[in-house]
């Protein structure tokens, strides 16, 4: 059995942890297949969206403690050295899940907990059964809070919030998430499904490409003062003016009639050299 599921349907990516026996407990051959995937969505224009999800009835425990039990008897050294490795190892695929242009969606269900809270936390916008779990359980057998969670954790939340959940090894409900802004929307679990498609048919109204830069310009703002920030608008709309989506935009509007974006990246040669 195929501990991650990988699959395209239509605009829609799809991850799906498949080990529900072991509430679908992450290990680093899961994460490095995910990793490899998430890459070649980079290349993929045909891709709208991502959606991740756990088979059964969790989302991810996290790491496999009984992949931790085994280090036990390790000596330090060669522990220390095995975590390092294995982390900094895993580490990959959530700087993939970063850098990834699309909107990303986790459809949680059941409890989801350590590298889980992860994919979480990296997404776009949690959809979550009203009776699911967030658990922050590194601190509880005696590890730090890792792979992202130290960086998204406080810029989606605030760091005083952050530092509360952490430093109790706090078991929240979806309902508390959602207030915290973890969670985006809840609903029985039934109807996730529904939530799922009225998400992505909000995504056929706006240009992939236009909407990939500003997610970009969003998530690297921080690092930019205004003047700088501006000038990196300036030059993202430069790009999307000579694609064809900026011209089907503008049209569709003057034609008062729904605009039908591609994502097609190619530039509108036949317009190239003549005034606007």
């Known amino acids: ?102 909107p990303t969606i986790s459809i949680l269900r059941g409890a989801a907990a350590g590298a889980g809270l992860s994919f979480l936390l990296a997404s776009d916008f949690v959809l979550a059964a009203e009776d699911s779990v967030l658990i922050f359980a590194q601190t509880r057998i005696g590890l730090p809070l890792d792979l992202s969670l130290t960086y998204h954790l406080p810029r989606k939340i605030g760091v005083n919030a952050a530092r509360k959940l952490a430093l109790t090894g706090a078991r929240i409900d979806a309902q508390l998430a959602m207030h915290l802004g973890i969670v985006d929307e809840t609903h029985p679990s039934d109807q996730l499904s529904t939530a ?54 503008v049209e569709s509007f003057m034609q008062k009639r729904r605009a039908v974006f591609t994502g097609r990246s190619e530039t509108l040669s036949k317009n190239n050299g003549q005034a606007g």
């Open 1 to 102: 059995m195929n501990e991650v599921l990988l699959s395209k349907q239509g605009a829609g990516a799809f991850i799906t942890f498949n080990r529900p026996k072991e509430s679908n407990a992450l290990n680093p051959d899961m994460l490095k297949t995910i990793s490899k995937f998430i890459s070649s969505l980079r290349q993929d224009e045909e891709a709208r969206y991502l959606v991740i999800e756990g088979a059964g009835k969790n989302f991810s425990a996290g790491g496999d403690l009984a992949v931790y039990a085994k280090t036990l008897e390790l000596p330090d050294i060669e522990r220390k050295l095995f975590f390092e490795e294995r982390v900094r190892g895993n580490a990959e695929c959530f700087i993939q899940l970063n850098e990834l242009s699309i």
């Open 196 to 249: 799922l498609a009225n998400l992505t048919e909000q995504f056929n109204h706006v240009a992939p490409k236009a909407a990939a830069r500003s997610k970009q310009l969003i998530n690297t703002s921080e690092g930019f003062d205004l003047k700088e920030q501006m000038e990196r608008e300036v030059q993202a709309i430069g790009e999307c003016v000579i694609e064809p989506d900026f011209r089907e935009g």
